[in-house]
Nanobody, 120 residues
Framework: QVQLVDSGGGLVQAGGSLRLSCAAS????????MGWFRQAPGQEREFVAA????????YYADSVKGRFTISKDSVKRTWYLQMNTLKPEDTAVYYC?????????????WGQGTQVTVSS
């Protein structure tokens, strides 16, 4: 099994920055996709960003392009989401998730979530 622990959330003013971290332990995969998702109160969980281990390709939701950057430290088995120019609408619980790509077609492992609150 894989355990994911995400951290780094907090309260920040609009225009500020935060960096989320996701540390993995347990089973390893030769290729994988690591993603970040978020869920605001009363809304469905939505995709934010992802990075693939093969080639390091990155993907972003339109709402965060140019503001958020996903990255990885494979040695530390830690992934990051650098969030700049934060907006109140970015307020949500953020979750990291891991997909055993391409073996699995879905994200099978999830972190516990970290709260991000952006004040106006």
């Amino acid at each position: 099994q894989v355990q994911l622990v995400d951290s780094g959330g907090g309260l920040v003013q609009a225009g500020g920055s935060l960096r989320l971290s996701c540390a993995a332990s347990g089973r390893t995969f030769s290729t994988y996709t690591m993603g970040w998702f978020r869920q605001a109160p009363g809304q469905e969980r939505e995709f934010v960003a992802a990075i693939n281990s093969r080639g390091g390709s990155t993907y972003y939701a339109d709402s965060v392009k140019g503001r958020f950057t996903i990255s990885k430290d494979s040695v530390k088995r830690t992934w990051y989401l650098q969030m700049n120019t934060l907006k109140p609408e970015d307020t949500a619980v953020y979750y990291c998730a891991l997909q055993n790509w391409p073996t699995s077609s879905q994200y099978d492992y999830w972190g516990q979530g970290t709260q991000v609150t952006v004040s106006s």
